[in-house]
């Protein structure tokens, strides 16, 4: 059978270039959007990624700002920096990259982020507001699978979406999404019996499990859509997803890869809440 190739990586670089009118008009009206990301401590992957939001932010036309602290940074510290960022007008969009070192509390730290320049949209007032269908900063991953299902012209409504993962980032507001747009949505996790029988039923797929290759062809009914949000490093320090690709991809609609799938439209989509942040200056 054949089917579609999700391609993320392509979508985001659209999505890059969209953005970028919008800030050089942005710009003529005297408003430079601003990003600030926090990377505390040398976790190699995040260093990966944060080059990403760097590079995306200079091709959108973002005045972006990597801020380096030492692992041994206490707790304090850092809050004293975020509550400056907070007063910094210049600064639109605050991203504390996660994870963080053991001795801090990434709730305090998140919880100090002011709603209106969260542009993860990892505070408890923007999911809160996501919660209650309000405006909100969406979380830039589930909002990139929206987004790919929009220009993809996949319709959710009706549709049996089965999420794997109830994690903060993903899980749990990608499910509120689906239920917005009308899909009927059943969340499983490491705890659920039988994840076969729910997969099994499932026309649309969320993995963001974050175990290597552990969903199999055997999961998949045929003509499902497959979206695939792990980023393991494997032996051989490559990156795979959670998505068995080779032997699932054949019975979808459509799959996304990894790499240049979801990733590249998470990068996306924080470029788009930084843009929304600058606008509501
Ligand atoms: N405060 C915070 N916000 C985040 O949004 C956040 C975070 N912390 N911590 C870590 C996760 C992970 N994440 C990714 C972003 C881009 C790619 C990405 O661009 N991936 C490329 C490949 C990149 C590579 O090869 O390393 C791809 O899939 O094609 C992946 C993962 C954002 N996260």
């Known amino acids: 059978m054949s089917y579609q190739l999700i391609d993320g990586k392509g979508i985001a670089a659209k999505i890059r270039l969209e953005l970028k009118e919008e800030v050089d008009y942005l710009i003529q009206q005297g408003i430079t959007p601003g990003l600030v990301v926090i990377l505390v401590g040398n976790h190699p992957a995040s260093e990966s990624y944060v080059k990403g939001k760097i590079k995306a932010s200079a091709e959108v036309g973002i005045d972006s700002q990597l801020i380096r602290l030492p692992a041994e940074i206490t707790e304090t510290e850092l809050l004293a920096r975020i509550v400056a960022l907070n007063e910094d007008p210049s600064v639109d969009g605050i991203l504390v990259q996660l994870p963080l070192p053991d001795h801090i509390d990434a709730d305090r730290v998140i919880q100090t982020i002011d709603p209106k320049k969260d542009v993860d949209g990892f505070t ?101 859509v497959v979206i695939d949000v792990g980023i393991n490093r494997n032996a051989e320090g490559k990156l795979v997803g959670d998505v068995k690709f080779d032997e699932v991809a054949p019975l979808t609609k459509a799959i996304t890869p990894v790499p240049k799938g979801v990733g590249p439209m998470t990068i996306a989509m924080l470029m788009a809440n930084t843009v929304l942040a600058a606008k509501r200056r």
């Open 124 to 224: 408890p007032i923007n999911m809160g507001n996501l919660v209650i269908g309000q405006e909100a900063f969406i979380p830039c991953t589930p909002a990139g699978i929206m987004e790919l299902f929009k220009r993809y012209e996949i319709d959710v409504a009706g549709k049996h979406a089965v999420v794997i993962g109830r994690s903060n980032i993903v899980g749990k507001p990608i499910s509120l999404l689906l239920q917005q747009a009308n899909a009927t949505v059943t969340m499983c996790h490491s705890r659920t019996r039988d994840l076969l029988k729910f997969t099994q039923q499932a026309d649309i797929i969320i993995a963001a499990v974050g175990r290597e290759h552990m969903l199999t062809s055997d999961y998949i009914k045929p003509g499902a």
